[in-house]
């Protein structure tokens, strides 16, 4: 049983004071507890216990004053700062219930937040405050430590992810001095191999490397060098300036103003726009390096475009250099901050001295910090994905729809939630990469086949679309599969399936296209950015390149998933063997190059999900 309480029915609130401070901790001194110590920060300044409000590990603390009022922390042990109060939990009644009661109703908190400067939470917030409360304790304390295992794997997550980023930060400070050796190992340290290194302007480097300007080897363009802007209209192209930076490497374009597909032709003219391509910030905010990527966009004059001009650099490297210390830095020394608003001009950036290895080398080095890079993406997705599941967990919990049973582990929902079957996730899915590539001339039926046996393998996405690969003479085949996919896409009537005699199948979009959007953020939401990866990589591949890929894929999963470590050559003599004869029609020194190809872009399997069948 439930029933309805207000704040001040199970709790008393004691608003911190002004105390004497002390730097260090002293006799009779606790750590001062502020808005910084309630994030995690450790404390800076211990306050006298004297006629202080002094909270223990068991009572919540609630900022009072200031922007983040209604925030709540406890776990904490100290004195309580003058702009927080400190809520006594009664008795009877779980503190940690309480706590996540009022983290979820943060919001509606900082709706009734007072004040005309420094806001503050209302001062009779414990009688506005109104919350569903279970009778039974045990009740409570079940619901507290399920949103706690929440936050456990939240918090482990995000260690995970400022970890990788310290690891991230150290490869570039040695990848870019010391470099790696023709075995892809970092190159021993100067002071290890001295005869390894000579003396440059930039520093003791590898006597294999060269030291120009960046404009030797780079284009650095100006996408909009008129820095004028056509009217903005409703159907066009998204605009694109720093304000749209997304983290590290990504784009927000959801509220970008549009400009007429014209604007983007003559900005495409002067960049041949390509994935790879490095966006560069270059006033106000400089720096912030991301690579284009795959949707369509164009430029305001805050950024530059840069791409490579010689065969000698790495079109993947080149958005590391564009990110290292040695770049960064070299314009810090060279530019002057003293015009106001810091602004790159494209013949300053191009004279920035930077080191040039190898192509080879290059190519390592962007092959490692791509690993680390998608080992980070990967957990920041997860860090998403797991808040969104509190979220929706807290809301179902706190407001007794979803039950618990205080003896079991599991959750008993009230009002449980019908799966969709592996089928429609599948039609979901497919209808994604059609929707992408269905007006590419080189995509069709088997092509999208390939595309979705590689991603139910990399993406490990067996339970989710339930699929069973046969090795046919186009790679790997489900028939089944692939005739559910196009029933559920004239059924969702979101395309028709044109089949053309010697031409093969041609999607073409019907009155609902675009409609399964919602379903595929829902199902595979988690994985849309690798999943998108992907799809770019394969965009403008053949058929038959994509058999390849596709075949050889399966074949290392299947001997990985025998507890097998196989060489190239094991895996082409497979192909070449066991799987079908059509195969034998392509020359072993071309899977081989595949296999090249696949480690480069990172393609390389894990041993999931189910080996492959042969064809009765």
Not at 18 to 43: F, H, I, N, W
Not at 338 to 343: C, K
Not at 400 to 420: I, Y
Not at 464 to 477: K, N, V, W
Request: aromatic residues 10%; contains cysteine; charged residues 25%.
């Amino acid at each position: 049983m439930w029933r309805e309480v207000r704040l001040e029915d199970v709790c008393n609130s004691y608003k911190g004071r002004s105390v004497k401070l002390s730097e260090t901790p002293r006799a009779k001194t606790l750590p001062y507890l502020g808005a910084a110590q309630m994030s995690g920060d450790p404390a800076s300044e211990f306050a006298y216990v004297d006629n202080a409000v002094v909270c223990d590990e068991k009572d919540i603390l609630i900022l009072w004053d200031g922007e983040r009022s209604g925030f709540v922390s406890t776990g904490l042990k100290g004195v309580v700062s003058s702009t927080a109060a400190k809520l006594k939990i009664d008795d009877n009644i779980d503190p940690q219930y309480i706590y996540y009661v009022l983290g979820y109703g943060f919001d509606w908190i900082q709706g009734q937040r007072t004040g005309t400067g420094v806001p503050h939470v209302p001062k009779d917030l414990l009688k506005i405050f109104k919350f569903k409360l279970p009778n039974e304790i045990k009740i409570q304390n079940k619901i507290g430590q399920v949103l706690a295992s929440a936050d456990a794997a939240i918090r482990s997550t995000e260690a995970l992810i400022n970890k990788y980023e310290q690891i991230k930060q150290g490869m570039m400070q040695d990848l870019f001095t010391r470099g790696v050796d023709e075995n892809g190992r970092l190159r021993p340290s100067y002071e290890e191999a001295p005869h390894l290194y000579k003396r440059t302007e930039l520093g003791w480097l590898p006597t294999s490397w060269k030291i120009e300007p960046f404009g030797a080897e780079i284009d650095v363009i100006d996408p909009n060098p008129s820095h004028r802007y056509p009217e903005p209209v409703e159907y066009g192209v998204p605009i694109c300036s720093t304000a749209n930076f997304d983290g590290e490497g990504d784009f927000d374009l959801s509220d970008a103003e549009h400009v007429p597909n014209s604007t983007f032709d003559q900005q495409n003219a002067r960049c041949n726009f390509a994935r790879s391509d490095v966006v560069f910030a270059r006033k106000g905010r400089i720096g912030l390096a991301r690579r284009y990527g795959s949707q369509r966009k164009v430029f305001s004059h805050t950024v530059v475009l840069m791409k490579a001009s010689s065969k000698s650099v790495n079109e993947e490297w080149l958005l590391w250099l564009a990110r290292s210390a040695v770049f960064l830095e070299g314009i810090d020394r060279q530019m002057n901050t003293n015009l106001g608003v810091p602004t790159l001009g494209v013949a300053f950036i191009k004279s920035i001295k930077v080191p040039f290895p190898p192509y080879q080398e290059q190519k390592s080095i962007s092959q490692k910090l791509d690993h680390v890079a998608r080992e980070i993406d990967t957990l920041k997705r997860e860090y998403s994905k797991l808040a969104q599941i509190k979220l929706g967990v807290m809301q179902g919990l706190l407001t007794g729809e979803v039950s618990v049973s205080p003896e079991r582990n599991e959750l008993a929902e009230t009002k449980p939630v019908k799966e969709a079957p592996p089928a429609f996730k599948r039609a979901v899915l497919a209808a994604e990469i059609v929707h992408q590539l269905y007006d590419n001339p080189r995509f069709g039926a088997v092509k999208q086949e390939k595309i979705i046996d590689l991603c139910e393998r990399h993406l490990n996405l067996h339970d989710d679309i339930d699929r069973t690969s046969y090795r046919q003479a186009a790679g790997p085949y489900d028939n089944k599969a692939k005739r559910s996919i196009e029933s559920n896409f004239k059924k969702q009537k979101w395309f028709n399936v044109v089949r053309r005699k010697g031409q093969g199948v041609k999607y073409t979009p019907l009155e609902k296209c675009g409609q399964h959007k919602t379903y595929f953020d829902r199902y595979f939401g988690h994985c849309a950015s690798e999943l998108q990866d992907l799809i770019d990589l394969l965009r403008d591949a053949t058929t038959q390149q994509c058999e390849i890929v596709a075949t050889l894929y399966a074949v290392w999963n299947d001997f990985l998933l025998e507890g097998k470590e196989p060489t190239d050559d094991d895996v082409v003599n497979e192909v070449l063997t066991n799987w079908h004869p059509e195969k034998q029609k392509i020359g072993q020194d071309r899977w081989l190059k595949a296999l090249d190809w696949m480690r480069e872009k990172g393609l390389v399997p894990r041993g999931t999900g189910k080996h492959t069948e042969a064809v009765l």
